[in-house]
């Protein structure tokens, strides 16, 4: 084969995009360019050609990812795709390699994306960074634990309402969630327009807030189908409008059953259950983040303890990352540069991911077999100085 990669020109969207239908298992449609035009970057594509057919594509878009105490820039990557006749001959290593490498060159330190198989993307460095769960419950199984008397006021508002109103209550409800991406406003329009094809036979979404002392801490919208509620984003930026959005979800008239997607880990709805067991819960690794610029991704973020570690990361995708580094870190800011000292630690940059936002701890990974303990002690101390309050959580599906 004489395969060439890089960025597509405008004229060549549409079969791009056609190529990513394709790679996904889904016919091409044309209705769908328009909408996706919006969200795509043409200098942020990647295509592989073979002579003139697009056999291969990859995308990214420019955003802020919350860590623990800050943000930092991250590649937020989709559309990742190879043709089913040109499986297994190298193509998704040659565009992973190539787009890891612009992104370094864009100084952007993470990357984040949100893999359709859990078993492809850990080879490139990359590690599960966030866990979520999905949610079905009956509703007569809905009682809180605690009598609960909210202190605002629920109330329905348009789809017009959405752009004005949504944003700053998810800000609100994310600015110290490590792993929160803030939506672009294109994203929603797209949840204002609502367009039929994504309802897959459900209704439209309904839109609802809750308003305490004149301003909007919370909201939710969901479908309905077959009697059950569908919620597919419940953000709140206070227990009350927490407690007092469930209660609303669950309660809506005529519905038999809730079911919930992508919610935290650490969620509190299912402690407020007066029988839990009833909740059925199915917990999924959620966006996987790659580590671009190690010691910039290293020093972009706020530690629990104050301490110092050496960290020996082996990156072979990535060998501008593979060496020894020496963290030294705490609540007021962290360093991290190369170093030729032993390493305290040793671990791939893809497990080195998965501990950076707080989805597992290293202890964890040592017992999994997946990091050596070279300095007695090392363990502990880098799981107090990576600790975080809350779980690292990604409600913005991109």
């Known amino acids: 084969m004489d ?34 035009r919006k969200t795509i970057e043409l200098d942020r594509t990647h295509a592989v050609f073979d002579g003139g057919s697009i056999v291969g594509t990859a995308h990214s878009t420019a955003h802020e990812m919350t860590t623990p105490g800050g943000s930092l820039k991250t590649a937020c990557v989709d559309a990742v795709t190879v043709q089913p006749t040109h499986r297994r001959q190298g193509i998704m290593t040659m565009m992973m390699a190539r787009q890891l490498n612009d992104l370094h060159d864009r100084g952007e330190p993470l990357a984040a994306l949100w893999p359709s198989e859990s078993i492809i993307y850990g080879r490139f460095g990359y590690g599960p960074g966030s866990f979520h769960e999905n949610w079905s419950i009956e509703r007569q199984h809905t009682a809180y634990a605690q009598s609960f008397e909210r202190k605002g006021r629920t109330r329905f508002v348009s789809p017009e309402d959405v752009e004005a109103v949504y944003p700053e209550v998810y800000r609100r409800a994310t600015i110290d969630r490590s792993g929160a991406i803030q939506p672009p406003s294109v994203r929603w329009k797209g949840v204002a327009e609502d367009p039929e094809d994504r309802r897959r036979g459900a209704s439209a979404y309904f839109h609802v807030v809750y308003e305490q002392d004149g301003r909007v801490d919370g909201y939710v919208f969901y479908r309905t189908k077959d009697r059950a509620v569908q919620v597919h984003q419940l953000m709140a930026a206070t227990p009350d409008a927490h407690r007092a959005l469930w209660r609303f979800s669950l309660d809506i008239d005529l519905m038999t059953s809730s079911t919930a997607m992508a919610r935290p880990v650490d969620d509190p709805l299912p402690w407020m259950l007066a029988n839990p067991r009833k909740l059925k819960r199915e917990t999924a690794d959620a966006v996987w983040i790659r580590l671009v610029d190690l010691p910039a ?9 104050d301490d110092s570690l050496v960290l020996g990361v082996s990156d072979a995708f990535c060998p501008w990352n593979d060496g020894a580094y020496e963290l030294e870190a705490g609540p007021a800011g962290a360093e991290c540069r190369p170093s030729k000292k032993s390493a305290d630690l040793v671990l791939s940059v893809a497990d080195l991911a998965a501990t950076y936002l707080g989805a597992v701890g290293f202890g964890t990974l040592a017992r999994a077999g ?3 303990e070279r300095a007695p002690g090392a363990l502990d101390r880098a799981d107090s100085m990576f600790a975080t309050r809350t779980a690292p959580w990604c409600p913005y599906g991109f």
């Open 297 to 305: 991704a290293l020093s972009g973020r706020r530690y629990a303890a």
């Open 3 to 36: 395969l060439n990669i890089r960025p597509i020109a405008e004229e060549e969207f549409a079969p791009w995009l056609s190529a990513v239908s394709v790679g996904f298992g889904e016919p091409p449609n044309e209705a769908h360019l328009g909408r996706y």
């Open 370 to 372: 997946k990091i050596e």
